[in-house]
């Protein structure tokens, strides 16, 4: 099973990878401009559809690959923290943008391939989960459920972001403040990882 420290671990990685902004967030955002947040409460599934595909066939493979390649894991750890540390630096430099409201809706297809192609699913199988999630089916079981429930509010968070935007409730928000913090947060993350990953 998966100790306290490692789910402690596990939560604060979920939360930290799924609030930064990317392809499936923006799609969220664009959608709650677009559509509200009741229309486009559905999308969540889709998300959360693709990321439990992409996580289980990533982890799966990684699992099996680390008994010829023992290196693997670590060198992973790094690789995903120096790519966290090219996005911080990525968000810093530019303004959170959304596609425009008058371009067509998204659906849940859109949303799935999306989901299923970002590469957050890579990081949490290799970085974020506990190697333990894919060698014992309780631990990836619960591994599953404690993700599934900590993206569900943040994916409506998105959702919730986009709707406001579009109701022009946000004129005091500056988007380059706030991906400046957010790229603040996911620097010392991607610290942290590398950190893990060389001791």
């Known amino acids: 099973m998966i100790s306290e420290s490692a789910m402690a671990l596990l939560a604060v990685g979920i939360v930290v990878v799924l ?72 968000m810093w430099r530019a303004a959170v943008t959304l596609p425009d409201s008058a371009q067509r809706t998204i659906g849940t297809r859109t949303l799935f391939v999306a989901t299923l192609l970002n590469p957050k699913g890579l990081l949490f199988a290799g970085t974020i989960f506990p190697a333990v999630a894919f060698a014992q089916v309780p631990a990836y079981f619960f591994a599953m459920l404690m993700f599934a429930c900590l993206l569900v509010p943040i994916a409506l968070a998105w959702i919730a972001f986009g709707a406001a935007l579009g109701s022009g409730k946000l004129t005091w928000l500056d988007p380059v403040r706030m991906q400046r913090a957010a790229s603040i947060v996911l620097g010392a993350f991607s610290l942290s990882l590398a950190w893990a990953a060389l001791h």
Do not use: C, K
């Open 19 to 90: 609030i930064t902004p990317g392809p499936t967030n923006t799609l969220l955002a664009a959608a709650g401009l677009r559509q509200g947040l009741r229309r486009s409460s559905p999308l969540i599934a889709a998300e959360l559809a693709g990321y439990l595909v992409s996580i289980s066939v990533w982890g799966h493979f990684l699992a099996q690959a680390e008994h010829a390649w023992p290196w693997l894991p670590s060198l992973l750890r790094v690789t995903a923290g120096l790519y966290m540390a090219y996005l911080a630096v990525d």
